[in-house]
């Protein structure tokens, strides 16, 4: 038994037909995989402080204790497409995460606790070191619009009628 | 390859066994055939039960480490990463067949889990062994792969983690409940024929 299957895997190297793949090829998937997680993270953490700034600019917050008329109203006006951006990049880096070997060293609920704790955090602290406006003051003063940012900061923060 | 040579890798680990293959020798790798063939094909016949494409996934299973020697790393240890490539074409195989895996015949993994047991005399009588068959193949998919590799294949809980790409704690605990709903059903069993 042992020597038909190694004769017939020597066959198949030996005549060419099984090749190795290149070390480079292998470089590259991971870089590409390191590269594409970090920078999904990098723009889930843009999002979440997006969200944070919409709610804030808009003061949904507060809104939501002057009776049910105006629970209507910040459902209406809520950003579900971010929200829906969000669920996309959680599921790409929920993807990614799983080609790495370290996914499976903790338990994923805690590994998914300590990531949303520190999205969250490092989205913060974008919302209180004025990020947004700065971006805002850019949208406005650069003279071309940018695809659903300059309509997200310009037309939609800070313009819901109180 | 000559005489010296051959010698010279018997001495040598799995590991720099396979980084003399890719950066070598490529002719010495059937030396690892010779090393794991038997290993894998028993871990992939216990999973699939059918000795014929058995031979057809232990072929592929050394192809697939042939083609993607280079992406091992041989700070790593080479065992866990050739069952978790025998794991993965066996269970893309059941997928494919919609077939589920099979426990019979795993004389090991009985002895071994009621070896402390006052049932373990009980459980080697020809008419339990029927009963005991039927419960190891009722216990949840997600069990019976620990159970096989930790009572037949004698891997570590650490080797079992990296083979199976789950947690070491979750290793456990999934051992751990295997073995509890086994112990407690025979022993209802055994309760209701006295």
């Known amino acids: 038994m042992i020597e038909k299957n190694k004769k017939k895997v020597i066959e198949k190297i030996e005549s060419g037909e099984v090749k190795i793949k290149s070390r480079w090829f292998f470089l590259a998937r991971k870089l590409g995989l390191q590269s594409g997680l970090a920078l999904s993270v990098i723009l889930l953490i843009i999002i979440v402080n997006a969200f944070f700034y919409y709610i804030k600019t808009n003061n949904l917050l507060s809104e939501l204790h002057y009776g049910p008329s105006l629970w209507q109203e910040v459902l209406h006006f809520f950003p579900y497409d971010l929200v829906l951006i969000g669920v996309i990049l959680i599921l790409i880096i929920n993807f990614l995460v799983r080609k790495f070997e370290f996914h499976y060293w903790k338990p994923f609920i805690i590994m998914f606790l300590l990531s949303a704790l520190l999205i969250i955090i490092l989205a913060s602290i974008l919302l209180v070191f004025d990020f947004n406006e700065r971006i805002s003051g850019f949208l406005e003063d650069c003279g071309f619009r940018v695809p659903f940012m300059s309509d997200f900061y310009i037309q939609r923060c800070g313009q819901i009628p109180q | ?194």
């Open chain 2, 1 to 194: 390859m000559d005489k010296n040579n051959k010698k010279n890798l018997i001495g040598l680990t799995d590991e720099e066994l396979i980084v003399f293959v890719r950066e070598e020798n490529k002719n010495a790798y059937s030396f690892i055939i010779d090393r794991y063939h038997n290993k894998i094909w028993a871990y992939i016949y216990r999973l699939i039960n059918d000795p014929n494409d058995t031979d057809d996934l232990v072929q592929q299973t050394f192809i697939n480490i042939y083609t993607n020697i280079n992406s091992f790393n041989p700070k790593k240890r080479f065992s866990p990463w050739i069952y978790r490539i025998a794991h993965n074409l066996s269970v893309n195989y059941l997928k494919k067949k919609k077939s589920k895996i099979s426990i019979d015949r795993n004389e090991d993994i009985v002895k071994k889990l009621f070896s402390k047991e006052d049932l373990f005399n009980e459980v080697f009588k020809k008419e339990e062994y029927v009963k005991i068959n039927k419960l190891l193949n009722e216990l949840p998919e997600k069990y019976k792969t620990p159970l096989i590799l930790r009572f037949a294949e004698e891997k570590s809980y650490e080797e079992i983690s990296e083979i199976l790409r789950i947690p070491k704690n979750t290793v456990g605990t999934f051992i751990n409940r295997a073995e509890k709903i086994l112990r407690k059903e025979m022993k209802i069993f055994y309760d209701r024929k006295k």
